[in-house]
């Protein structure tokens, strides 16, 4: 496989999010209902469903370019990686809204976005490498003001999946530099 097959999996995220995006403005955006609405139990599908649905397009064009390039940065270590570490990121951030945001509804890919900021943050705190230094840094340059997301200023913002999913970005970093500490080179 080529060195751009790791990147098959984020065209394919980038791809279901713009089809949805799409099915659900000529549904009037019916689909959704279907977003994470915390501490209902109709709401537990949200965990997995609403990061790839959005309140517009103008909304999903604002987490396209942070899921193309700090997605990219972290699909560069693999394609299994990054299916892996969006699912635990995604899985993560929900249930932690589900379990602590305020009674809304919430959607948008802006979790991943933040959960992806916080991995490459986390990785560079605990791998201390000059690749994980380097990225950190970039990251920090170019999308520090993300963190702004994070404060509950404004009405229609789900700032806890952005809170959510820095937390769960940092918590992967960790859990995936202990899995790498107690591998043997």
């Given at each position: 496989?080529g ?10 995220l980038l ?12 549904l ?9 609405v915390?501490?209902?139990l109709d ?7 609403s ?8 909304h ?5 370019g ?8 972290v ?5 299994r990686?990054f299916v892996?570490?969006?699912l635990a990121?995604a ?27 916080g991995l ?17 840094a970039?990251?920090?340059?170019v ?16 700032w806890e ?12 970093a ?8 107690a591998?043997p080179?």
């Open positions: 496989m060195p751009m097959s790791r990147f098959r999996a984020l065209a394919g791809i279901l999010l713009w089809i949805v995006e799409v099915v659900n403005f000529i009037s955006h019916s689909l959704n209902g279907f977003g994470l915390p501490r209902r709401g537990l599908p949200g965990i997995l469903v990061p790839i649905l959005h309140g517009s397009f103008a999903l064009l604002s987490n396209t942070g899921l193309i390039a700090l997605g990219g940065l699909a560069m270590r693999g394609e990686h892996t570490t969006t990121i899985v993560f951030s929900g249930a932690l809204v589900w379990l602590f945001g305020r009674s809304a509804l919430h959607v948008g890919a802006s979790g991943l976005v933040f959960g992806y900021f490459l943050l986390g990785r560079a705190w605990y791998r201390r490498t000059p690749e994980t230094l380097l990225i950190g970039v990251v920090i340059a999308y520090g003001g993300i963190i702004w997301g994070i404060s509950p200023l404004q009405r229609f913002v789900s999946g952005h809170l959510a999913g820095l937390i769960a970005g940092l918590v992967v960790r859990l995936r530099a202990r899995r790498d500490e591998i080179r």
